[in-house]
């Protein structure tokens, strides 16, 4: 149990495009859904976090208008970055929770990524 | 805010031998997880660790968990190639929405 896929694995695009990646929890609802990047031998850095029917909450830094963030059922949230460059280029990585949980957190499920390469 | 301090960066050791990664973090985290990253791949859930003292083995591999020194550890016993990778560990805590807070990341190589 506890699956997520992520479509596609790999992208790449011109700059200047729009490119979406799919994120679906297979087995079970995802009240909440994390989006995160990885640069080369860098740690994860979370971009945003979307509840279902939600705005998504987008950490300092990270531009909403480039990165927009779907969060339309309780299995399926989406990323788009729009107006890709090169400097975008990066594996994106999306996770899926539970929700809270009646400790107040729970655990995330990741997805296998995805690597976006602008050209 | 949660911070989490991971050592060593990189890690070389050759088969058979034991060693330890450190994870450090800031404030109260109820919630430890390790996960192992190869390359060019996704994170794979190692450990979750949930209380004091907690204790967790699997293989070679045994995680720990001290909250009141704020310290996880990742234990290698007689290490393998195949255990070469990229290891994580990611505090947690309520009322943060699930929010996980990543450790830089120890890449082990273990050379034959």
């Known amino acids: 149990g506890a699956v997520v896929s992520q479509h596609p694995s790999w992208v790449i695009c011109k700059s200047g495009t729009s490119v979406k990646i799919e994120c679906r929890s297979l087995?079970?609802?995802?009240?909440?859904m994390f989006w995160y990047r990885q640069f080369p031998k860098q740690s994860l850095m979370l971009m945003a976090t979307?509840?279902?029917?939600?705005?998504?909450?987008?950490e300092q830094g990270v531009e909403k208008d480039k990165f927009l963030i779907n969060h339309a059922s309780l299995t399926l949230s989406t990323l788009t970055v729009t107006s890709a460059h090169p400097e975008d280029s990066s594996f994106y990585i999306c996770?899926?929770?539970?929700?809270?949980?009646?400790?107040?957190?729970?655990?995330?499920?990741f997805g296998p990524g995805t690597r976006l390469t602008v050209l | 805010e949660l911070k989490v301090e991971q050592n060593p960066l990189f890690l070389s050791m050759q088969e058979g031998k034991n060693y330890t990664i450190y994870c450090n973090y800031s404030?109260?985290?109820?919630?430890l997880y390790w996960y192992r990253q190869d390359p060019g791949k996704s994170l794979e859930s190692l450990f979750v660790l949930l209380s004091n003292g907690a204790v967790k083995q699997e293989g070679r591999l045994m995680a720990s968990l001290d909250t009141k020194a704020r310290l996880s550890t990742l234990h290698i016993t007689a290490a393998v190639h195949d255990l070469s990778a990229t290891y994580f560990c990611?505090?947690?805590?309520?009322?943060?929405?699930?929010?996980?807070?990543f450790g830089t990341g120890t890449r082990l190589q273990v050379t034959l």
């Open positions: 087995d079970f609802q995802a009240t909440t």
């Open positions: 990611a505090g947690q805590y309520p009322g943060t929405a699930s929010k996980l807070t």
């Open positions: 979307s509840n279902e029917g939600s705005k998504a909450t987008y």
């Open positions: 996770s899926a929770s539970r929700g809270a949980g009646f400790l107040g957190f729970n655990e995330q499920f």
């Open positions: 404030t109260t985290s109820d919630r």
